[in-house]
């Protein structure tokens, strides 16, 4: 093989891989995610949770009645469900940290979009919270995907958690 | 194994050509050649050196490496280009420089493609140390080349061309390799694989390069060494290969080289370059994931404002030479202080300055520009001022040494640092769970800016000193 037709081949296969690759993910849904996710933001679940210097982190998980029924009474009957289910006990995550966090209960509450519950913890100033455990998607199996806003004292991060992708979503818009 | 070294090994003379427009003709050609090639192939060669700093977040997000084994795996690379420096630099003068240079990268080449396949820790810095090593084979080819092809009176010109190799390098791995990995619709969104196998890719292609446009010494084609080309009769300094014909005086060259580590200077400027590196290599390893985790940019866009401060560092070299030499009349310590304050005053700016993207650019622009003037002062021209010049390179590799492991300390040091603040936020469904996590780098960067600040005033504490003439 010439010097020359061993760069074609090189550039080729780099190309046609290249272009491959590129053909195949077009499809993947969680790839393509942040195309329609404004479409549907106001159907799923959002999640804010914001952790202050003072190690008091405060949550709040909006549940809107568009998921949950096809109106807004079937989806309020729903949605009491929950609630109740979040007053007796249901938590929104558990904290993981050197010493442990004092945690309210989570308080359920309707409004004009939906359910939103709130739920406060403190840990303290120098008691570094390690884990936050959110198992929602495990509590609520009605739910496809939440909408994360976090923020701590150094940065935030707004992304989205789908069931069916394998990573977090973090484009979420154009 | 003879036959090994005999295919690496400076070819042998052939018989001088005698035919005056032949040479002329020849020497023009590959003159050329070589400079376009060396510049270009250093360049393709040096994507294969960056390639980690792009995937270190996608590496990191997928949970497959922590901030602290990302550090580790990072220094090695740089413990392991110290080394190459320092092994390679003797090497290179008995080479056929292609080869040998071809060889540097070919190897870095594979090495990038088995660090797509490994999620081991221990093997992923054995094969990023080894990457180091062979990334040290390009520089001193380069120069060997230069040296070889160009006389006294015009390498220093061709040598500046060749410096703007890092930044084709830089570019095409800050703005290339992160437009493959960046997510649509500003890149392609490739899995951070992609980001080892383009760079080994155009490793390949530039060893193909090299093995085929660069030419060992020109006595090797039958022609005459550069200097006698050039009619100059001092034929040394031009010769091309090292023979065992001087070794009557490598002793005393030794003693005088050892010299070096007894002028309390050089060791204030081992230290400051030492310090600087830490700065420097910080922002290069680190600074597009700080961007990303803290500042909220997203990968193409931080690699696109590392890239910015790398740009301007080409003319924060060319400018600090023309700054020193024209306006303090070669004393470097005024123009230390004026470049080092243009390093450290944007530090501030960057990490602690008003969100603004048009701010941070600047700042950035204007660090990279600071930067690689006192990088050109602190590690070489300011140490070859004060050593005595017939060990200035002795000079040069103690300097280079300790620049090195300050930087390799710098990566592993980052990551213990980024490491210890992590927390986790695990969201579970079912057998899988997805996990985003959150980073403080407000001591890493309490580390990056105040090394610089060390540097500035290291570089300051030797106001007094002057030069040799």
Redesign the interface.
Known sequence: MT?RR??LA?ALT?TFA?SG??DD?AMDYC??H?RFHPQHRGDIATLT?N?DETGTLTSELVLPYAHFGATQTSARRELSRIANRMSNGQKLYTLQSAEPCSESAPSPGFNSTGLRVTATADCGENN???????????TLPELDE?E?E?T????????A?S?Q????L??LN? | MNGLLRYFAAGPDKPALTDTAEIDRLYRYHRRNIVFIITLCYGLGYVCRLALNVVKKPLMDAGLFSPEEMGLIGSMLLYGYALGKFSNGFLADYSNVARFFAFGILMSALLNFGMSFSTIVALSAVLWALNGWFQGFGAPASVVALTQWFGNHERGRYYGWWSSAHSIGEGLTYLGIAFLIAMPPKGLGLPWQWGFWVPATICVIAAWLLLRYLQDRPQTLGLPSVAQWQGNADTSSAAGTTTGGASHSAASVWKDQLKVIAIPSIWVIALASSTMYITRYALNSWGNVYLQEIRGFDLFDANLFIFLNTAAGILGCIAYGYVSDKWFSARRPPANLIFGLMEVVPLFVIFYGPANSYVLAAALIVYGFGLSGILASLGGLFAVDIAPRKVAGAAMGFIGIFSYIGAGLQDYISGVLISNSEMKVVFSHGAQSQTVYFYDYSTPVLFWVGASVLSLLLAASLWKVKGHD
Do not use: G, S
Request: glycine share 0%.
């Open positions: 010097d061993l760069f090189i780099t290249l690759c590129i993910e790839k393509n942040y949770v952790l570094k919270v390690e884990q936050v455990d959110v198992p929602l998607l495990d939440i994360v976090m701590t004292p150094a940065t935030k991060k707004h992304f958690i069931r992708c394998d990573h977090p973090f484009r154009h």
